[in-house]
């Protein structure tokens, strides 16, 4: 699949103005850039590939992004290869769900929470539909814009299946959002992605996922032989908030409700017509209060 991806071998200055770093992570940095001829900004991945699977989980990203082409998921524009490096230009977003649960620990409104879960639902339904698994559903790959846009980002364990063969067999992902199945080295499908959505809901209540502190094998273990994590039941957060929840984290893959089912959940039909818009105040008043603090 990777091999009709179309590389620009070339270096990606000659089109691109490299800016400043605007994130750095296990698969390489990421930059702000401007187009050279239009002026529009983008975000540039600068990747140096290990070996030649890495390389090809790296491609795997690209076209995977490419097929899942929505408004619910970062936008690909185009590929460099130069100098031992790839470039992969991407939609410039303002940042990580992460950045906003590290910020707000346990703060983030329901409502806000309704609607973040709502927009990737969306994404992962069109994933879905097209027997597409993402693999690595987690607060990092969650992005959110200044316009109160949320996307799904960072292809980088994804997975195409056909429609005959609904299930893979290697374990991937970030432990702590993995489901039981994949925690176990079971056949697994689409649902993994439910699950790690889930621990997400989890993460923006208490500012972590489960066992965050713990080693990874344990991580692995206690989400097998523990109950499924909830949502207090302490006043703060609604029945729905709570039943939305306990779905995502049903344990047995077969009865774990599909994204398409979870758009229908009353939580999530209760996300109101101007969500987005509410969504972005939301994130104009955070970062100003966060630059007060910083500077301050």
């Keep these: ?45 600068r990747i140096s590939p290990k070996d030649d699977q890495h390389m090809d989980m790296i491609l795997n990203e690209i076209v995977l992004t490419k097929l899942s082409s929505s408004q619910y998921i970062v936008n690909y524009y185009e590929s460099y290869q130069d100098d031992g490096y790839l470039w992969l230009v991407v939609e410039l977003m303002k940042g990580s769900l992460t950045d906003l649960i590290l910020q707000q620990p346990g703060k983030i409104p329901e409502k806000h929470i309704a609607y973040i879960m709502r927009e990737v ?31 799904l980002g ?13 299930v893979r067999h290697s374990v991937v992902g970030t432990p702590c ?23 997400v809901a989890i993460e923006m209540v208490h500012g972590e996922p489960p066992y965050m502190n713990e080693k990874p094998m344990r991580v692995l273990y206690f989400i097998v032989t523990k109950p499924s ?23 047995d893959p077969e009865t774990r409700p599909t994204s ?37």
């Design 1 to 45: 699949m990777s091999r009709n991806l179309q590389l620009i071998e070339d270096s990606p200055e000659n089109y691109y103005e490299i800016l400043n770093k605007i994130g750095e992570g296990g698969a390489g940095s990421v930059f702000l850039c401007k187009h050279i001829e239009t002026g529009e900004y983008y975000a540039i991945k």
């Design 121 to 151: 639902l969306l994404g992962l339904k069109i994933m879905h539909d097209q027997y597409r698994i993402h693999r690595d559903i987690k607060s990092d790959n969650i992005l959110i814009a200044q316009d109160g846009s949320v996307k």
């Design 154 to 166: 960072d292809f980088g364990y994804a997975a195409q299946l056909t429609q005959e063969q609904e």
């Design 177 to 199: 959002w993995m489901a039981p199945e994949l925690a176990v080295g079971m056949d697994y499908g689409v649902s993994v992605d439910v699950w790690s959505l889930g621990i």
């Design 229 to 251: 994590p909830t949502i207090p039941d302490n006043g703060l957060w609604s029945e729905n908030f709570q039943s939305f929840v306990y779905a995502c984290l049903v344990k």
């Design 260 to 296: 398409e089912i979870l758009l229908r959940h009353p939580f999530i039909l209760d996300v109101p017509d101007d969500a987005k818009e509410q969504f972005g105040e939301y994130l104009k008043e955070w970062m100003v209060s966060k630059k007060t603090k910083d500077n301050s």
